[in-house]
């Protein structure tokens, strides 16, 4: 399943970028490249970030969709080096599915967390280790080495990882951080309480960059988090102004009036993160849903 946004436009723009080339990204002691993914569109904006990393023994994020091109692509970029590694953030289709062939062909481990029993969730991903929260993946790399943290972010789906490149202090967010954006939270599997409490988290990180699966790189780290929090917020707080302004209502209603700064065309997808801001207002004692209307509290 693509991401999508939910009040903000796709179709971000990634200036001097080429689909499917490598591009070298800022680094230090670690190189890292960055493969624009062949599948633009509304919600996946100019397409999926795929990560590799390292020289001699390299891991990959975020593989992407099914792809024959994008495949070559990724083998070109390989080369004579060896893919140790295809890590993925989480199992929407627009993520992981190409995992699996990759690994075939390659040999490499793949490593993650298994798709839960959802909606558009990519069941072909299996991990070949069980991944937990904090785990460090050493990675030898020639001469030199990387070490990639696991960190376990739920929220926009409950088995999202985002994924440390420590001596770079460079995040690679997945969907759980965007450049530009704000990926949509679909419950029940996706959770409001869970994506705020992942995010406020991160600030707690070494962190230098945010290398997000959409959109360019955020260099800013902490500003962009604190950002996104306060927005979050913000709307929470706009929606249940908009309950308490409207007594008790229907959905329609409600994403009509909590959500009237977005386009038309993406309220169906603010309707599903309103959703997620519902529910956990409702856990917070503020909101009742009486089906099929809701209610402010007080």
Not at 277 to 283: G, M, R, S, T, Y
Request: hydrophobic content about 40%; glycine content about 10%.
């Amino acid at each position: 399943m693509s991401i999508s946004h939910d009040d903000s436009p796709a179709g971000l723009a990634q200036a001097g970028l080429v689909p499917g080339a490598p591009v070298d990204l800022a680094t230090g002691a670690v190189r890292v490249r960055r493969l624009l993914g062949l599948n633009p569109g509304p919600m996946t904006g100019p397409g999926t970030n795929s990560y590799l990393l390292g020289t001699q023994s390299l891991t990959l994020i975020d593989p992407g969709p099914i792809d024959a091109a994008q495949q070559q692509n990724f083998l070109d970029a390989i080369g004579d080096a060896t893919l140790t590694n295809i890590v993925v953030t989480h199992t929407h289709g627009d993520h992981s599915p190409a995992a699996k062939g990759l690994a075939a062909l390659t040999g490499a481990r793949l490593i993650g967390l298994n798709a839960p029993d959802a909606a558009g969730q990519d069941h072909s991903f299996v991990s070949d280790r069980v991944c937990t929260d904090g785990d460090v993946i050493a990675c030898q790399d020639g001469a030199s080495h990387y070490s990639l943290q696991l960190v376990h972010t739920p929220g926009h789906v409950s088995n999202h990882l985002c994924v440390l490149l420590r001596e770079e202090g460079m995040l690679f967010t997945g969907d759980h951080v965007l450049q530009g954006t704000t990926p949509v939270i679909l419950p029940p599997d996706g959770n409001m309480s869970d994506y705020l409490n992942s995010l406020t988290r991160l600030l707690e990180l070494p962190l230098v960059s945010l290398a997000p699966a959409h959109g360019e790189m955020m260099l800013a780290p902490f500003t962009e988090i604190e950002k996104l929090i306060a927005h979050r917020l913000k709307r929470e707080a706009k929606i249940l102004g908009a309950l308490r302004e409207l007594g008790e209502c229907s959905d329609d209603d409600l994403v009509q009036k909590a959500y009237d700064d977005v386009g038309s065309h993406l309220l169906v997808w603010a309707k599903k993160t309103m959703s997620a801001h519902l529910i956990k207002l409702e856990q917070d004692g503020l909101a009742l849903f009486d089906a099929p209307l809701w209610k402010a509290v007080r």
